[in-house]
């Protein structure tokens, strides 16, 4: 058995588990990735900027927009805690090397998304913010001298004071630690169409709920409406069209067959800047009846300059967006239900902590405000590293108990990664069908169905796999991350189910409407 000790082990390498690492100084902080490299997660992949009030009047505006994009099931506590931190959040970014963009009077560049009242969405590199803040902390996290970044590290489970893990290089390896930070992501990849990067499969919500954390709210998966619909070669995501565009004038189009090319109806007084959930079902109904929906992004000025990212990803499938019309599909985006935690990051489980897409602070409610969630990784993650440093340790497991819980695990049976793999794909499917922009009961009772014969159909693979202690760190990866989309799968329908009226994200096709 290896045994470690850490101070404080931080799961996850985006910008939430960057921001709690870099601010734990000086503990001895070690920070896990079943990724190679501590760039991964959804940071890189976020085109859209981050959102902070102008100004003191604009606090309020910034609040109320949260609030109303969260459709009622926002937490004002939460939210005004994130707005009223968000001044001393940007400080400690350009403190850390960030540099927002300015314009030649070195003012910031304010830039607006939807269901923002105001422009106040600061950017890093045009359209590439996420990119870039990824690129700069991936870079801190490996100087910074009270951190030590593992790679190929999957955490297995929580236990008293500790965090079982399975290492590429070292096998399986027990971390004792009186702080634990969950910061592994959301749960795209549940979904067949997603904008969540292939590692984005609920790992870190999946450990907290075994270990019986409180975990709420996961019906509300928040779709983006224009994911690009030309998908790349062997991609397991899709590529975003950031809100931004529209923010700078694109509009949403679509054909009823003839030649004419209209706006598309979204059904929202601020049109193809509406809300993201309210464009999703527009765009959804629309291909349902089949007729396609397009970006038109050619009015936009400046657009190869201003969004560079976004050039190059149509340029990936033979699309120019100053020239051509752009086919949009609703993607699954955010995960804004989670591991439930206070306004300090603290779960229900004593001694761990969690920010960042895999946490429910109660800031996005049934529906995520674009570019507040790089927002919540910095003021959160600061936030939780404060409290870890000053909350009293749990008690950690004897050496007597640790061996135990090690050879338990290491005899762990599982299925063969090709068998794990297929049911992954049926988990990937039926959730699809079953929880998209638009839900109805039959359909979720049904996915349900599927999913607990599955289930049987991982049990009686399990029963004649291989232990845990005799795989590869690939085959445990494969394995592991189909059983967390099982259990989540299960857990996502199941809360969608129970929630018979439409609140944001989550839209009952047959609730009862009077």
């Known amino acids: 058995m290896i045994l470690e000790h850490r101070q404080a ?24 990735s079943k990724t190679a490299g501590p760039v991964s997660g959804s940071t890189p992949w976020a085109q859209g900027g981050v959102a902070f009030p102008r100004d003191e009047a604009d606090k309020p ?10 459709a009622g099931l926002g937490e004002a506590s939460a939210v005004g805690f994130l707005i009223d931190r968000a001044p001393a959040a940007r400080a ?12 030649t009077d070195g003012q910031y560049l304010y830039g607006r998304e939807g269901a923002h009242s105001s422009r106040r969405i600061l950017h890093v590199g045009g359209d590439g913010t996420g990119a870039e803040l990824a690129r700069h902390f991936s870079a801190r996290l490996q100087q910074t001298p009270h951190v030590t970044f593992r790679p190929r590290t999957m955490a297995l489970r929580l236990v008293p004071g500790g965090l079982l893990t399975f290492q590429a290089d070292r096998g399986l390896v027990l971390i004792l630690s009186p702080r634990i930070f969950l910061a ?53 995501s899709l590529s975003l069209l950031t809100e931004a565009l529209r923010g700078e004038g694109a509009v949403l189009v679509t054909s009823d067959g003839s030649k004419q090319i209209v706006p598309l109806d979204t059904g929202h007084p601020l049109g193809s800047l509406g809300p993201r959930d309210v464009l999703s079902r527009a765009i959804w109904s629309r291909q349902a009846a089949g007729h396609p929906v397009w970006l038109d992004a050619r ?12 050039t190059r990803l149509c340029a990936d499938v033979g699309l120019d967006p100053t ?9 699954a985006h955010y995960t804004m239900g989670g591991i439930v935690t206070d306004l300090n990051g603290r779960t229900s489980l004593a001694g761990v902590w969690a920010a960042g897409e895999n ?11 674009a570019s507040n969630s790089l927002l919540e990784c910095a003021v959160f993650g600061r936030a939780a590293a404060a409290d870890t440093q000053e909350a009293l340790p749990p008690a950690t497991l004897s050496e007597e108990a640790a061996r135990a819980v090690v050879t338990g695990l290491a005899a762990w049976k599982l299925p063969h990664p090709s068998k794990s793999a297929w049911i ?15 839900r109805w009961g039959p359909q979720l009772e049904a996915g349900l169905d599927t999913l607990a014969s599955l289930r049987g159909e991982w049990d009686k693979a399990a029963s004649g796999g291989r232990p845990l202690a005799d795989l590869t760190f690939d085959e445990t990866r494969t394995i592991l991350e189909a059983r967390n989309l099982l259990l989540l799968g299960h857990e996502v329908l199941t809360q969608a189910l129970a929630r018979k009226t439409s609140l944001g994200a989550h839209f009952r096709g047959d609730e009862d409407r009077g």
């Open 9 to 32: 082990v931080v799961v996850g390498s985006g910008l939430a588990g960057a921001t709690v690492a870099l601010s734990l100084s000086p503990l001895d902080t070690l920070v896990i």
């Open 61 to 70: 505006l910034h609040i109320q927009d949260t609030l109303v994009s969260g």
């Open 92 to 103: 400690w970014l350009e403190s850390q090397g960030v540099l927002f963009d300015r314009d």
């Open 184 to 236: 592994g992501g959301g749960l795209g990849q549940l979904f067949d169409a997603t904008t969540a990067p292939v590692e984005g499969t609920g790992d870190t919500i999946a450990l907290a709920l075994e270990a019986g954390a409180s975990v709420t709210d996961l019906e509300m998966v928040q779709f983006h409406p224009t994911a690009l619909g030309t998908r790349g070669p062997a991609s397991a």
């Open 299 to 310: 009015g936009v000025s400046d657009l190869k300059r201003k969004f560079p990212t976004v």
């Open 323 to 331: 020239a051509d019309l752009l086919p949009v599909v609703p993607a």
């Open 359 to 369: 946490a429910r602070t109660g800031i996005h409610g049934g529906n995520r405000l």
């Open 424 to 438: 992954k794909g049926q988990v990937v499917a039926s959730v699809s069908r079953a929880a998209g922009p638009v």
